[in-house]
């Protein structure tokens, strides 16, 4: 990367996105990888980028953000590891940290099945990290913090431990008894026990310093007391001391069998490290998107360009116009005219900030439908660029930039110039200014340029491959609406601004004669297009606002014909339901007269029998007849039928639209006896789907659950006597039950004892989604022994 490319990156302020980005990556090594990544010039590597941020928006949108806590730099503690050193706690308790946070990543991606298939870059990235759980809970197990070895590390540290603390006691008793003695209270100068130099000792006065057989270690600063460990205590101290030697070595050899177990993983520990650090960097693109409310852009690599709704990612995004700008296909130059302050140094910065962006794989702030052309450098000539050291004027300093510019632009460059050829003569800067463009014209380089001179504004008009476009101006409140128009070059507007602040019409006037006529009538020609301009957009605008409330009618009205549609045909389904259900139970009856016809006929003369036979005959052609202009109800599949059903289910069958209670299980055939309204049908299994009434009553039973919850939870929760393991089941299921319940403060009692089960507990209580924060509770309300813990 040349270091006019790297200058030109500083002008478009592109280090100010880099540092945004570099604030969201959460750990050391992420925010390194940030500062040192580049700009890429390869099409695919910027897609495979592109895809990755886009990967990590959507993952954050779908899970919500990523453990990504405990991510440390793993190599000095490696490499101390390798050669038979002994990590200190702190480092320890970071390596367990850092195969904390694989662990819950991996678990992060493996909630979902089809998380491979539409996330397959960080999918591939987390698969490969190694996670060794049994390391991790033996760190935890054996270190409480930085500063402190659990007794649980190993059953010799706990006797050292118990040996210590009955010493401990002996000595202060022994010591009590000197401070409560009569004979030696005159002696001393407080009846206090203290330490010196590790060891117990009492205060004496100086004067009885012989009075008192001991061993003196320290003396106050007044020199009126002397510390005395009085020889009774001092074989004691020395045992003491012996003992916390040996607290000390076992420690040491805590350490070092911990640091053995890492030793063993540190090539994976550090493969870890690196798929964390790009998995942070990933994710920090993926915030900075979500921050900017950005997309990913189309991208090529022919140099067309092509911004949709750009904004400036630095400005306030609540006031910011958003631009249209494009580039590369019919045209290579493009010349902005407009006044000052109107927007067009920010247009220049937008485009090349915007390139550079898409380059290094950030998404930018732009329609979805945006495309970028991919360019080996973006060279930018823009701001005031005096130097006093150098003796440049403003003019010199641009033009010693716009040389070097012409030196290394190339066809797949982008090329901002900003006031071309400005801080000279205008006759002379205009004529320089078009040569320059001509120069890249020839080239095919792509180049846009802000100007004020007219004479550029027809040569875009008169020559092929150069474009015109100007940011529009409101005369009328002499305020610029920063909105880009590309085809339309600008006009000054100077005599206009000047007679709206109040310049005489006589100056105007006088001034009006002095530029040629030649400008006077291209200056009438722009004002004249300008206003045909603005009346074809308002008339655009009004056109474009009727489409969009005939296209709202229209969708208004077809959904009222959707409507009747589906109650006419709901209509139709239940009439022919009710039709049915009447003709079933009709049939039900005449069979029943018919059956009754049959018995008497044997009881009457042949007669009788014979006009019985009749009526019998009529009846049953008529219900043949009925029966055949009865269309059949079509009995068809549904995609998601019922699995388990169960006698008394409420079901629902889509080919009837009608809804019914299930009387018996499936037969062998499959088919299960409904009973619908009035009718009783077997109904085949696969055409049956839950009754949405199931469903709700399936949530009132969640909400009664929720209620009697609500009544019987309390606000503290005893743990008292359990291990970790026993007791963090019962917390979570309490937190849970306890949020469900609406509480926002509850009292977990773990009681004081070594600390561990508290120090386990708060520690476990940082990753509980429900926990906002934890604190001791007051001395007065259990003090250490009892945490307190504020609920989201």
Request: aromatic share 4%; charged share 30%; net charge negative.
């Given at each position: ?46 897609k495979k980028r592109q895809n990755e941020t886009s990967e990590a928006v959507n993952l954050i949108i779908k899970k919500g953000e990523p453990p990504l806590f405990g991510i440390y730099p793993m190599k000095d503690y490696m490499q101390r590891v390798a050669i038979g050193g002994s990590l200190s706690p702190l480092a320890l308790l970071n390596v367990s940290d850092f195969l904390r946070v ?185 915030r900075l998107s979500l921050k900017q409310n950005a997309n990913s852009p189309s991208l090529n690599n022919k140099g067309y360009t092509n911004l949709k709704e750009a904004r400036h990612p630095l400005l306030n995004q609540d006031n910011i116009v958003p631009i249209d700008i494009y580039i590369g296909d019919d045209f290579t130059s493009l010349i902005i005219t407009g006044p000052n302050t ?451």
């Amino acid at each position: 990367m040349s270091k006019l490319f790297e200058k030109s990156q500083r002008v478009l302020e592109f280090d100010k996105i880099i540092y945004e980005l570099e604030e969201l990556a959460i750990s050391k090594p992420g925010k390194e990888l940030v500062k040192n990544t580049e700009i890429s010039l390869d099409l695919e590597e910027i897609k495979k980028r592109q895809n990755e941020t886009s990967e990590a928006v959507n993952l954050i949108i779908k899970k919500g953000e990523p453990p990504l806590f405990g991510i440390y730099p793993m190599k000095d503690y490696m490499q101390r590891v390798a050669i038979g050193g002994s990590l200190s706690p702190l480092a320890l308790l970071n390596v367990s940290d850092f195969l904390r946070v694989s662990r819950y990543l991996k678990n992060y991606m493996n909630a979902e099945d089809d998380l491979s298939v539409n996330f397959p870059v960080i999918t591939g990235l987390i698969e490969n990290l190694s996670s060794f759980r049994n390391i991790e809970d033996k760190i935890n197990e054996a270190i409480i913090s930085e500063d402190e070895i659990s007794d649980n590390a190993s059953t010799k540290l706990a006797s050292i431990r118990r040996q210590i603390q009955r010493k401990k006691d002996s000595v202060r008793d022994k010591l009590n008894q000197i401070v409560a003695s009569d004979k030696d209270k005159t002696l001393l100068q407080d009846s206090i026990v203290t330490i010196r130099e590790g060891r117990y000792v009492v205060p004496v006065k100086q004067s009885n310093k012989s009075k008192v057989k001991g061993l003196v270690h320290d003396v106050s600063s007044s020199g009126q007391t002397v510390y005395i460990e009085p020889m009774a205590v001092v074989n004691l101290n020395n045992e003491l001391r012996e003992l916390a030697a040996e607290e000390r070595e076992e420690i040491e050899r805590i350490l070092l069998e911990l640091s053995a177990l890492v030793s063993e993983v540190s090539y994976e520990i550090l493969a870890n490290e690196t798929i964390l650090t790009e998995v942070d960097f990933i994710f920090a693109k993926g915030r900075l998107s979500l921050k900017q409310n950005a997309n990913s852009p189309s991208l090529n690599n022919k140099g067309y360009t092509n911004l949709k709704e750009a904004r400036h990612p630095l400005l306030n995004q609540d006031n910011i116009v958003p631009i249209d700008i494009y580039i590369g296909d019919d045209f290579t130059s493009l010349i902005i005219t407009g006044p000052n302050t109107g927007g067009k140094t920010v247009t220049l910065k937008t485009i090349g900030l915007l390139t550079l962006m898409t380059q290094y794989g950030l998404h930018i702030p732009a329609k979805e439908s945006s495309e970028i052309g991919i360019v080996k450098n973006v060279f930018a000539d823009i701001g005031d660029e005096q130097s006093i050291e150098q003796s440049l004027s403003t003019f010199s300093s641009h033009m010693v930039n716009i040389v070097e510019i012409l030196k290394e632009a190339t066809s797949d460059s982008l090329v901002l110039f900003d006031e071309l050829g400005a801080g000279t003569d205008p006759t002379e800067g205009a004529a320089l200014a078009r040569s320059i463009m001509d120069y890249m014209l020839e080239r095919n380089i792509r180049t846009i340029s802000t100007t004020h001179y007219n004479q550029l504004k027809i040569y875009a008009l008169t020559v092929d491959g150069v474009r015109n476009a100007s940011m529009e101006f409101n005369v009328d409140t002499l305020s610029p609406t920063y909105k880009l128009l590309i085809g339309v070059p600008g006009k000054s507007n100077a005599f206009e601004i000047s007679k709206r602040l109040g310049l005489s019409d006589e100056i105007i006037d006088y001034a009006r004669d002095l530029i040629s006529e030649d400008n006077i009538e291209f200056e009438n020609v722009l004002k004249s297009i300008e206003e045909d301009r603005t009346k074809i957009e308002k008339h655009r605008d009004e056109a474009r606002r009727h489409e969009l409330d005939l296209e709202k009618k229209n969708r208004e009205l077809e959904k009222e014909i959707e409507k009747v549609k589906s109650q006419k045909d709901k209509i139709i389904n239940d009439a022919k339901i009710e039709a049915k259900r009447i003709l079933n139970a009709t049939k039900d009856d005449i069979n029943l007269v018919l059956d009754e016809i049959h018995s008497i006929k044997e009881e009457v003369n042949t007669e009788q029998a014979r006009r019985l036979q009749q009526a019998q005959d009529v009846l049953r052609d008529d219900l043949k007849k009925v029966a055949v202009g009865n269309k059949k109800i079509k009995i068809e599949k549904v995609k998601n039928p019922v699995k388990n059903i169960k006698i008394g289910d409420s079901v629902r069958v889509s080919s009837l639209d009608a809804e019914g209670t299930v009387l018996e299980l499936p037969d062998s055939q499959g088919n299960v006896l409904v009973q619908i309204g009035m009718m009783k049908m077997k109904l085949p299994k696969a055409s049956l789907v839950m009754s949405e009434k199931v469903e709700e009553k399936s949530k009132q039973r969640t909400k009664k659950i929720i209620e009697r919850k609500a009544k019987n939870i309390t606000t503290e929760i005893d743990v008292r006597g359990m291990n970790f393991d026993d007791a963090k089941i019962e917390v979570d299921k309490y937190l849970d039950d306890a949020y469900l319940s609406g509480l926002k403060s509850v009292r977990i009692i773990h009681g004081k004892g070594s600390g561990v089960l508290r120090q386990k507990l708060k520690e476990d209580l940082r990753y509980n989604k429900h926990v906002k924060s934890t604190k001791d509770a007051p001395y007065n309300e259990g003090g250490t022994g009892v945490s307190i813990v504020e609920l989201r």
